[in-house]
Structure formats: structure tokens, C-alpha cells
């Protein structure tokens, strides 16, 4: 039985699809890394993220909840977010070498939502092209998403 709410009105909040290394993607969804980190700017407006492992797994893991998105030197953002970043200091480092600005994407670990069966993007959408760093997705998306799935959550707020 599904504990998540069906009527969430996908339509009216911002969903990010975020290809995530499977360590990382698999410690979003246990809550042990509350941050997830880019390079590139993304929607304020974004409200979830959808968590998706690459390669070599290459498959949806479920949705977490955006609770903030920062800007920042990269610095000022490891400072911040070290204590729950899910990655070494030199990890961190490396993957922000040769730009000047961070974005920490904060998760509430208490409204993951952990799909039972990991699913590929391509049986959602037929051409479904995993994007380098994020891409927003739709309502059509997210509703496809959530019928070809069963999940377990313990709550889910509507924005």
C-alpha cells in the first residue's frame, strides 16, 4: 500500500531530475547526505528533486524534498554544509575545482519518497535524454513516474 498522496498537484511545483553517482544518489535517499551539490545555478522555485543513480546503475531511486537552495563561494557553502555534505572535504573540493561559486541543495530527509522499484528514465518518456547536471521535468512526467511505482514515504508536503 502506498503511504504517498496521489492527488500531490504536480503541476503547480517545480521538479528538478537530478542525475546524482549512485553512492551519493543511495545516501540522499537513507538521509546520511542532506546536501546535494552543482555547479550550475538552478530554480529557487524548485520544490523536489527527482534522484536518479548513474551509470552504472541508471535508475530512478525516488523523490526528496528541496528544502533550500544556496549560493555561495565554494568555501562559505563546504563551511556550512560539511557536517551533513555526504563527502569528503577533497571530494568536495575536486568536483568545485575551476569555479569560484557553489549551489548547496538542502533535503528534508523526513519526506523522502523511496520508490520500491528502481525504474530508467526511458520507460517514463520513450526519448528521455538524462541531462549532464539537472533538467526540470513535468507534470506528465511526474504522473507516468508515480503510476509505474510503488513508494514508501512517511509524509509529503504540498508547497
Known amino acids: 500500500m502506498n503511504n504517498f498522496d496521489q492527488s500531490q498537484n504536480w503541476d503547480k511545483l517545480k521538479v528538478a531530475f537530478l542525475p546524482i553517482k ?15 551539490f552543482r ?3 538552478m530554480s529557487a522555485a524548485v520544490t523536489h528533486i527527482v534522484v536518479y543513480a548513474s551509470s552504472p546503475y541508471k535508475r530512478i531511486l525516488g523523490i526528496v524534498e528541496v528544502t533550500s537552495i544556496e549560493r555561495g563561494s565554494v568555501r562559505s557553502i563546504w563551511n556550512k554544509t560539511k557536517e551533513s555534505a555526504g563527502v569528503s572535504r577533497a571530494e568536495f573540493f575536486e568536483y568545485f575545482d575551476g569555479t569560484d561559486v557553489a549551489y548547496a541543495i538542502a533535503i528534508d530527509p523526513s519526506k523522502t519518497v523511496r520508490f520500491d522499484r528502481h525504474i530508467s528514465p526511458s ?7 538524462v541531462p549532464q547536471s539537472f533538467k526540470y ?13 510503488t513508494w514508501q514515504c512517511d509524509y509529503m508536503r504540498i508547497k
Not at 549512485?22 to 546535494?36: C, I, R, S
Not at 521535468?137 to 511505482?149: D, H, I, S, W, Y
Open 22 to 36: 549512485p553512492v551519493y544518489a543511495e545516501q540522499l535517499m537513507n538521509g546520511t547526505k542532506l546536501f546535494e
Open 39 to 41: 555547479r550550475r545555478p
Open 123 to 129: 520507460d517514463i518518456e520513450e526519448n528521455f535524454v
Open 137 to 149: 521535468v513535468g507534470f506528465t512526467f511526474m504522473e507516468a513516474l508515480l503510476a509505474q511505482n
